[in-house]
């Protein structure tokens, strides 16, 4: 049996209501498969603005460092938001991210069979979709300098966003992408503007000679615009996708499509760090915000958080099978339409946050016993 250390993270509007629903289905699994897991929760975020009048303590990033892996929730809320606020919610993820190491985000976007009515696609099209995104996450446009926004002396306006990326910041993140569709389909496209962009360029040379690297990988690039189309026409043909920053951000939210809402969107952020057990030190979180509208009413949408848990599994603690029977387990519980409002079909009657989650937590359990 082994034993495994894990940082929870709840933070703010719905995210401890997630969260908990994600705990259980681990509750349920320890039970099921005899593995042994050691959580120790804390606060970020808004919440822990208020409580010690940071985002992000020093205590919390020793807590991520030696834990095996961060399930957190989502942070933020009305209350926080003050663009010119010295300290703000979003701090937290920011911190954690940086102090873990972490550079490549993952964003798998599959379409549940029970919910493509959710797809504004055909459901021929987007049937059978998965779609894996690796998305670089610390450099590129949203990073580079300059980064200016001013009035010259004749009063026009002008702005300017620099793009910049160097061979490692690349090579690293293409060959997470490249180990990641090993243990899938074996399947990779890189995504670029290698036509007009010198950023691209650079991605495509750094992702080719890398694909020499991994013979049993089917590689192809793609230009992003391409890909943008291609998606929404015949999304079965990708199976793992990279890119840089930018082009990540926009095609991921696109890919939502895929999955037929936000809420269902799992997510994972993983470095070069190993942890004890061999995985990555990755952290883990659904991809939607705090909902502070919804917060405390049981309408919440655990099924993001829940998959990320799946992806931790996967991914930090080489649980393959418990992560396989988690991502059956919530196709399991949508079947027979146990859903929360945003996903419930018209006139049918939706579920609450925790009947979701225990639905979960009971076909975790089914499917390891089996």
């Given at each position: 049996?082994?034993?495994?250390?894990?940082?929870?993270?709840?933070?703010?509007?719905?995210?401890?209501?997630?969260?908990?629903?994600?705990?259980?289905?681990?509750?349920?699994?320890?039970?099921?498969?005899?593995?042994?897991?050691?959580?120790?929760?804390?606060?970020?975020?808004?919440?822990?603005?208020?409580?010690?009048?940071?985002?992000?303590?020093?205590?919390?990033?020793?807590?991520?460092?030696?834990?095996?892996?961060?399930?957190?929730?989502?942070?933020?809320?009305?209350?926080?938001?003050?663009?010119?606020?010295?300290?703000?919610?979003?701090?937290?993820?920011?911190?954690?991210?940086?102090?873990?190491?972490?550079?490549?985000?993952?964003?798998?976007?599959?379409?549940?069979?029970?919910?493509?009515?959710?797809?504004?696609?055909?459901?021929?099209?987007?049937?059978?979709?998965?779609?894996?995104?690796?998305?670089?996450?610390?450099?590129?446009?949203?990073?580079?300098?300059?980064?200016?926004?001013?009035?010259?002396?004749?009063?026009?306006?002008?702005?300017?966003?620099?793009?910049?990326?160097?061979?490692?910041?690349?090579?690293?993140?293409?060959?997470?992408?490249?180990?990641?569709?090993?243990?899938?389909?074996?399947?990779?496209?890189?995504?670029?503007?290698?036509?007009?962009?010198?950023?691209?360029?650079?991605?495509?040379?750094?992702?080719?000679?890398?694909?020499?690297?991994?013979?049993d990988v089917e590689f192809q690039a793609i230009l992003t615009d391409a890909l943008a189309m291609h998606l929404l026409y015949r999304p079965l043909a990708f199976d793992v996708i990279v890119t840089d920053n930018l082009f990540g951000d926009l095609l991921t939210d696109e890919a939502?499509?895929?999955?037929?809402s936000m809420g269902l969107m799992p997510s994972a952020s993983l470095g070069s760090a190993r942890n004890r057990h061999g995985g990555y030190r990755g952290l883990y979180e659904p991809i939607h915000g705090t909902a502070p509208d919804i917060a405390g009413q049981g309408k919440a949408?655990?099924?993001?958080?829940?998959?990320?848990?799946?992806?931790?599994?996967?991914?930090?603690?080489?649980?393959?099978?418990?992560?396989?029977?988690?991502?059956?387990?919530?196709?399991?519980?949508?079947?027979?339409?146990?859903?929360?409002?945003?996903?419930?079909?018209?006139?049918?009657?939706?579920?609450?946050?925790?009947?979701?989650?225990?639905?979960?937590?009971?076909?975790?359990?089914?499917?390891?016993?089996?």
């Amino acid at each position: 049996m082994s034993r495994f250390n894990l940082a929870v993270l709840p933070g703010d509007g719905i995210g401890p209501e997630v969260v908990a629903e994600a705990v259980r289905v681990l509750r349920a699994i320890e039970a099921a498969s005899g593995q042994a897991f050691d959580l120790t929760e804390d606060v970020v975020g808004g919440a822990a603005i208020d409580a010690y009048g940071t985002a992000l303590r020093k205590e919390t990033v020793a807590l991520a460092k030696r834990s095996d892996a961060v399930l957190f929730g989502a942070v933020g809320g009305p209350k926080w938001d003050d663009p010119k606020a010295p300290v703000r919610p979003e701090q937290a993820i920011l911190g954690l991210r940086a102090a873990l190491g972490t550079f490549a985000n993952l964003r798998p976007a599959r379409m549940q069979p029970a919910l493509v009515h959710l797809s504004p696609l055909k459901p021929e099209i987007v049937q059978g979709a998965d779609v894996l995104f690796i998305r670089e996450l610390v450099a590129g446009t949203y990073f580079a300098r300059p980064k200016k926004y001013w009035q010259n002396g004749r009063g026009v306006w002008r702005a300017v966003d620099t793009t910049a990326y160097t061979e490692p910041q690349v090579e690293r993140t293409v060959r997470i992408a490249f180990e990641l569709a090993r243990g899938r389909r074996k399947k990779l496209h890189v995504a670029d503007k290698q036509n007009v962009m010198a950023t691209s360029r650079l991605w495509r040379d750094v992702a080719t000679r890398v694909a020499a690297d991994y013979a049993d990988v089917e590689f192809q690039a793609i230009l992003t615009d391409a890909l943008a189309m291609h998606l929404l026409y015949r999304p079965l043909a990708f199976d793992v996708i990279v890119t840089d920053n930018l082009f990540g951000d926009l095609l991921t939210d696109e890919a939502a499509a895929l999955a037929g809402s936000m809420g269902l969107m799992p997510s994972a952020s993983l470095g070069s760090a190993r942890n004890r057990h061999g995985g990555y030190r990755g952290l883990y979180e659904p991809i939607h915000g705090t909902a502070p509208d919804i917060a405390g009413q049981g309408k919440a949408n655990p099924i993001a958080a829940i998959q990320s848990l799946a992806l931790l599994l996967r991914y930090s603690l080489n649980l393959e099978q418990a992560a396989t029977a988690v991502e059956r387990a919530v196709d399991d519980a949508i079947e027979p339409g146990l859903r929360t409002p945003d996903i419930a079909r018209p006139g049918e009657k939706s579920a609450r946050t925790s009947e979701v989650g225990n639905a979960n937590a009971q076909a975790v359990t089914r499917e390891l016993r089996r």
